[in-house]
């Protein structure tokens, strides 16, 4: 298992942009599949993007494709998520997680999670 801290989240206008951070604790960082996931009020939480744990596989949810990146550093036990062209439905609580092996979408496949940082996109 990894602890995973994330932060970088905040309050900005439309149109600007974020990068998420998510530290992540555990000597195999490196053997880890990576994502960010985001759950708005009310609503269930939803897979944004991922990488593997090689980091030449990157998925991401369509509403997000061209505009957010997701990077990692395994020499630093990092994962980011750069945010561009924010909109105001990119507001949630966005979420870090890991789990060993191939990289996936569904959030059941991941067994480690960050407690979250809130990204609110003001119109």
């Known amino acids: 298992q990894v602890q995973l801290v994330e932060s970088g989240g905040g309050l900005v206008q439309a149109g600007g942009s974020l990068r998420l951070s998510c530290d992540a604790s555990?000597?195999?960082?490196?053997?880890?599949?990576m994502a960010w996931f985001r759950q708005a009020p009310g609503k269930e939480r939803k897979f944004v993007a991922a990488i593997s744990w090689n980091p030449r596989i990157t998925y991401y949810e369509d509403s997000v494709k061209g505009r957010f990146t997701i990077s990692r550093d395994n020499a630093k036990n990092m994962v980011y998520l750069q945010m561009n062209s924010l909109k105001p439905e990119d507001t949630a609580v966005y979420y870090c997680a890991a789990k060993q092996g191939d990289i996936a979408t569904n959030k059941g496949s991941f067994g480690s999670w960050g407690q979250g940082t809130q990204v609110t996109v003001s119109s």
């Open positions: 555990g000597r195999t960082f490196s053997r880890y599949s």
